[in-house]
């Protein structure tokens, strides 16, 4: 049970404008609790206040922790979404880029203190000999990382470094943007393969070339559930013979991912492919991302008599056009996938009123949806309300995002927005969230809907 001083110094170090601008008021005695309350709260700024006005000579973990022996310092997890962020956040890109810098730090550091050491403990009668040095406790910082090209630089030294350091950084979820193809490779290379659980490559125009030099290199993560390859200039349409081996070679290595959950190939052409993409896996798919991917109705046959469907968490068929040759496909799709689904994205699939009224004995059989984002087709306002409607018995929908009504002016969006929460209201369904706004969307993810 903390005590009431740890307490009262929680709610201190809470509020990082107090702490800086009464730190020079405080007295010193109060130094090592007000850190301890920072550091097992994670309030990164106040701390870097505290250590730059430290009032001892030294700064020391182990006196601080008493016989907590530090080993683990988990920083995953952090949201990067924009939501509900105060000023004092930090990206994943920033968290990352200081991460790095720190362990490139801590590194010199200690190499320093190891000469000087190892200089001060020879033995006094012969210079050749010395005592070991003192081992320093190394803390095992674990982490997601986000990377883009500005970046590279300074984490690819911190992970060199790693096997070194006495901080060292074990990533959880990777992230890289617009990055070339070695230097992808070279960072998934430096990376522990039992820890990393997801790998998020986007914008970086692999292509089928590109994929096939750098798959290979994750079948060594023996835990990677999630693998997002979205914006990755994959086009099936027209292959040569020499890509339809690259293809090929793109589904046995997806295959060798024997733990892999959730694949993201969004805004790939895979126009009739999908078969021989996933045909292969070694088990079931619980999220599948295939927006903007031009399929074709064979694909969603394939998808709705796969052992994917009956195990599916999340779907996204967004800007594939759902309105006509492949609106019967989904619609089966969907029956197989009614047990399990959580999450639906079919923005921006030209679904009108009609299309959405044959698809609401499917949809109104997924009784453990939570989400349902239909942004962007054109439905009127009266489809709206009837889509409000008929979704009122799927006791679990928690967030709804809507499109602007076709047959509404911007000045009368208010109206119908009044319109569906005084529904909501009558029916007592105010705990589900109706919305325009695509923010919303950024904070749902694969490994909430897991818990």
Same mark, same amino acid.
């Not at 709610?11 to 920072?38: C, D, M, N, Q, R």
């Not at 986007?202 to 079948?219: D, E, K, Y």
């Not at 070694?282 to 046959?301: H, I, K, T, W």
């Given at each position: 049970?903390?005590?009431? +001083? *740890?307490?009262?110094?929680?709610? +201190?170090?809470?509020?990082?404008?107090? !702490?800086?601008?009464?730190?020079?008021?405080?007295?010193?005695e109060?130094?090592?609790?007000?850190?301890?309350?920072? *550091?097992?709260?994670k309030?990164?700024?106040?701390?870097?206040?505290?250590?730059?006005?430290?009032?001892?000579?030294?700064?020391?973990?182990q006196k601080?922790?008493k016989?907590?022996? $530090?080993?683990?310092?988990?920083?995953? @997890?952090?949201?990067?979404?924009?939501i509900?962020?105060?000023?004092?956040? %930090?990206?994943?890109?920033?968290?990352?880029?200081?991460?790095?810098?720190?362990?490139?730090?801590?590194?010199?550091h200690?190499?320093k203190?190891?000469?000087?050491?190892s200089?001060?403990?020879?033995?006094?009668?012969?210079?050749?000999?010395?005592?070991?040095?003192?081992?320093?406790v #190394?803390?095992?910082?674990?982490?997601?990382?986000?990377?883009?090209?500005?970046?590279?630089?300074?984490?690819?030294?911190?992970?060199?470094?790693?096997?070194?350091s006495?901080?060292?950084?074990?990533?959880r979820?990777?992230?890289?943007e617009?990055?070339p193809?070695?230097?992808?490779?070279g960072?998934?290379?430096?990376?522990?393969?039992?820890? !990393?659980?997801q +790998?998020?490559l986007?914008?970086?125009?692999?292509?089928?070339?590109?994929?096939?030099?750098? $798959?290979p290199? %994750?079948?060594?993560?023996?835990?990677?559930?999630?693998?997002?390859?979205?914006?990755?200039?994959?086009?099936?349409?027209?292959?040569?013979?020499g %890509?339809e081996? #690259? /293809?090929?070679?793109?589904?046995?290595? &997806?295959?060798?991912?024997?733990?892999?959950?959730?694949?993201?190939? @969004?805004?790939s052409?895979?126009?009739?492919?999908l078969?021989?993409?996933?045909?292969?896996?070694?088990?079931?798919?619980?999220?599948?991302?295939?927006?903007?991917c031009?399929?074709?109705?064979?694909?969603?046959?394939?998808?709705?008599q #796969?052992?994917?469907?009956?195990?599916?968490?999340k779907?996204?068929?967004?800007?594939?056009?759902? #309105?006509?040759?492949?609106?019967?496909?989904?619609q089966? /799709?969907?029956?197989?996938?009614?047990?399990?689904?959580?999450h639906?994205?079919i923005?921006?699939?030209?679904?009108?009123?009609?299309h959405?009224?044959?698809?609401?004995?499917a949809?109104?059989?997924?009784s453990?949806?939570?989400?349902?984002?239909?942004?962007?087709?054109?439905?009127?306002?009266? @489809?709206?309300?009837?889509?409000?409607?008929?979704?009122?018995?799927?006791l679990?929908l928690?967030?709804v995002?809507?499109?602007?009504?076709?047959?509404?002016?911007?000045?009368?969006?208010?109206?119908?927005?009044a319109?569906?929460?005084? %529904? $909501?209201?009558?029916?007592?369904?105010?705990d +589900?969230?109706?919305?325009?706004?695509?923010?919303?969307?950024n904070? &749902?993810?694969?490994?909430?809907?897991?818990?």
């Amino acid at each position: 049970m903390h005590s009431l +001083v *740890f307490l009262c110094a929680q709610k +201190v170090v809470s509020h990082h404008s107090t !702490v800086h601008g009464a730190l020079e008021f405080i007295p010193k005695e109060l130094y090592p609790v007000l850190f301890k309350a920072a *550091f097992m709260d994670k309030r990164t700024l106040v701390l870097q206040d505290l250590v730059q006005t430290w009032p001892f000579p030294v700064l020391s973990f182990q006196k601080l922790f008493k016989r907590q022996c $530090l080993q683990v310092l988990d920083m995953t @997890g952090l949201q990067d979404d924009g939501i509900d962020q105060g000023p004092e956040s %930090m990206s994943l890109w920033s968290r990352t880029v200081t991460l790095a810098k720190a362990c490139i730090d801590v590194s010199k550091h200690q190499s320093k203190c190891t000469k000087r050491t190892s200089k001060r403990r020879k033995g006094p009668y012969s210079s050749s000999v010395t005592l070991p040095p003192p081992q320093p406790v #190394s803390v095992e910082v674990h982490v997601d990382l986000f990377v883009n090209s500005t970046s590279y630089g300074v984490l690819k030294d911190a992970l060199q470094n790693n096997a070194n350091s006495v901080l060292r950084l074990k990533c959880r979820d990777f992230r890289a943007e617009e990055l070339p193809i070695a230097s992808t490779v070279g960072l998934l290379e430096f990376l522990d393969p039992t820890g !990393v659980r997801q +790998v998020d490559l986007r914008f970086n125009n692999l292509g089928l070339s590109g994929l096939r030099v750098i $798959l290979p290199h %994750m079948a060594k993560f023996t835990n990677l559930v999630s693998l997002k390859l979205p914006y990755s200039n994959i086009d099936v349409r027209r292959l040569s013979a020499g %890509m339809e081996g #690259s /293809l090929h070679y793109f589904a046995t290595q &997806l295959s060798r991912l024997s733990c892999l959950k959730e694949l993201n190939l @969004g805004s790939s052409r895979l126009s009739g492919k999908l078969r021989q993409l996933l045909g292969d896996l070694q088990g079931p798919l619980e999220s599948l991302e295939l927006a903007f991917c031009y399929l074709l109705p064979n694909d969603l046959a394939y998808l709705s008599q #796969s052992l994917h469907t009956p195990t599916l968490k999340k779907l996204d068929l967004s800007g594939n056009n759902l #309105s006509d040759s492949l609106l019967q496909p989904f619609q089966h /799709l969907l029956e197989e996938a009614s047990s399990s689904l959580l999450h639906l994205d079919i923005m921006e699939c030209r679904l009108m009123d009609i299309h959405l009224e044959s698809l609401f004995p499917a949809l109104c059989r997924c009784s453990q949806l939570r989400y349902l984002g239909v942004f962007g087709n054109p439905l009127s306002a009266r @489809g709206l309300k009837n889509l409000l409607q008929r979704t009122m018995g799927l006791l679990y929908l928690q967030l709804v995002i809507y499109p602007y009504p076709v047959d509404c002016y911007s000045e009368n969006l208010p109206w119908v927005s009044a319109e569906l929460q005084q %529904m $909501l209201l009558t029916a007592s369904r105010t705990d +589900v969230v109706w919305t325009t706004n695509l923010c919303r969307h950024n904070t &749902l993810d694969y490994f909430n809907l897991s818990e």
